[in-house]
């Protein structure tokens, strides 16, 4: 989600591509997990205690945990907990309840057997305004349209078109601040993956490309600032905003998620599950 300046760029082989699915597909599994535990009452820091237990588990390792990029001092937790107005990086922490009637993006990243899994999720605590319900969907649907555009030969800034094109006509926002990115071997790499654009912009994309697509979307003006933690990051007038994440690999003719729960299809369930598109 930060600014990439290395431009080299890696294109994963089959052997590489296998082990991208185990790292996601466990991402997947623990974000899902986390979404069926954001329930009022419990604290963001019970949600990273969940995580942290899970990576214990399966002998894996949660990446933003001590991650130094893009904030003042390393990132002290092991997931980001952002709830409501708060666009990504969240910390979580003691005094954040979840109450009836918020919702929270929950963003997991593993690194399993050298790779990185990294997925985002909005999630309702409890029963959720028609506000909010309608801001998730189509930030989900932002997701999905952007996937269903990524294809060998065609540029990185078709992602942020299909993104634009699903969330603004319904009078949302796209934060323009904090970008998709390649992922592999390194949590952020080359491409920068933008949420806005155009079709002629960008990087070409390559069969073997991993990037992440991560579309924060707002109820207001997309603005955001950074709270006094030095991590937390918020929209400026203080709307709603909500998240959805996957990992992809770009194939010969078309793309495969990396984070998604088996059996599910990425392309019907929203990341964590939370909401299902007919
Ligand atoms: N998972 C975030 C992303 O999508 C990055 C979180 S890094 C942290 O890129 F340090 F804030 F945890
Ligand atoms: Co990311
Ligand atoms: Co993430």
Same mark, same amino acid.
């Given at each position: 989600?930060?600014?990439?300046? !290395?431009?080299?760029?890696?294109?994963?082989?089959?052997?590489?591509?296998? !082990?991208?699915?185990?790292?996601?597909?466990?991402?997947?599994?623990?974000?899902?997990?986390?979404?069926? $535990? @954001?329930?009022?009452?419990?604290?963001?820091?019970?949600?990273?205690?969940? @995580?942290?237990?899970? /990576?214990?588990?399966?002998?894996?390792? %949660?990446?933003?945990?001590?991650?130094?990029?893009?904030?003042?001092?390393?990132?002290?937790? %092991?997931?980001?907990?952002?709830?409501?107005?708060? /666009?990504?990086?969240?910390?979580? +922490?003691?005094?954040?309840?979840?109450?009836?009637?918020?919702?929270?993006?929950?963003?997991?990243?593993?690194?399993?057997?050298?790779?990185?899994?990294?997925?985002?999720?909005?999630?309702? /605590?409890?029963?959720?305004?028609?506000?909010?319900?309608?801001?998730?969907?189509?930030? $989900?649907? %932002?997701?999905?349209?952007?996937?269903?555009?990524?294809?060998?030969?065609?540029?990185?800034?078709?992602?942020?078109?299909?993104?634009?094109?699903?969330?603004?006509?319904?009078?949302? %926002? /796209?934060?323009?601040?904090?970008?998709?990115?390649?992922?592999?071997?390194?949590?952020?790499?080359?491409?920068?993956?933008?949420?806005?654009?155009?079709?002629?912009?960008?990087?070409?994309?390559?069969?073997?490309? $991993?990037?992440?697509?991560?579309?924060?979307? +707002?109820?207001?003006?997309?603005?955001?600032?950074?709270?006094?933690?030095?991590?937390?990051?918020?929209?400026?007038?203080?709307?709603?905003?909500?998240?959805?994440?996957?990992?992809?690999?770009?194939?010969?003719?078309?793309?495969?998620?990396?984070?998604?729960?088996?059996?599910?299809?990425?392309?019907?369930?929203?990341?964590?599950?939370?909401?299902?598109?007919?």
């Amino acid at each position: 989600m930060f600014k990439v300046r !290395k431009r080299q760029l890696e294109l994963l082989s089959q052997a590489e591509i296998v !082990k991208m699915r185990a790292a996601g597909q466990l991402a997947a599994t623990l974000l899902k997990k986390l979404g069926a $535990a @954001a329930e009022p009452g419990m604290t963001t820091l019970d949600l990273d205690e969940i @995580a942290v237990a899970f /990576v214990k588990e399966h002998d894996v390792v %949660s990446a933003p945990y001590l991650y130094q990029g893009g904030g003042p001092y390393p990132f002290p937790k %092991s997931i980001c907990t952002s709830l409501n107005q708060v /666009v990504c990086h969240g910390i979580p +922490n003691k005094k954040d309840v979840l109450k009836e009637g918020d919702i929270i993006s929950i963003d997991v990243t593993l690194i399993k057997d050298g790779f990185h899994g990294d997925t985002c999720g909005t999630f309702f /605590v409890g029963e959720v305004s028609e506000e909010k319900r309608k801001l998730t969907e189509i930030t $989900a649907a %932002s997701l999905i349209a952007a996937l269903k555009v990524v294809k060998a030969g065609r540029r990185i800034g078709a992602i942020g078109a299909a993104i634009q094109k699903t969330a603004e006509p319904a009078g949302y %926002s /796209v934060v323009k601040e904090f970008q998709g990115h390649g992922i592999g071997r390194k949590f952020h790499t080359a491409p920068d993956v933008p949420h806005f654009g155009r079709q002629t912009d960008g990087a070409k994309m390559r069969a073997g490309m $991993a990037f992440t697509i991560e579309p924060m979307i +707002n109820v207001g003006d997309w603005p955001t600032k950074i709270m006094e933690d030095g991590w937390t990051a918020e929209t400026a007038d203080g709307s709603l905003c909500a998240q959805f994440e996957h990992t992809i690999v770009v194939t010969d003719d078309g793309m495969e998620v990396m984070t998604v729960v088996g059996g599910d299809d990425p392309l019907m369930v929203s990341p964590g599950g939370s909401i299902r598109f007919a």
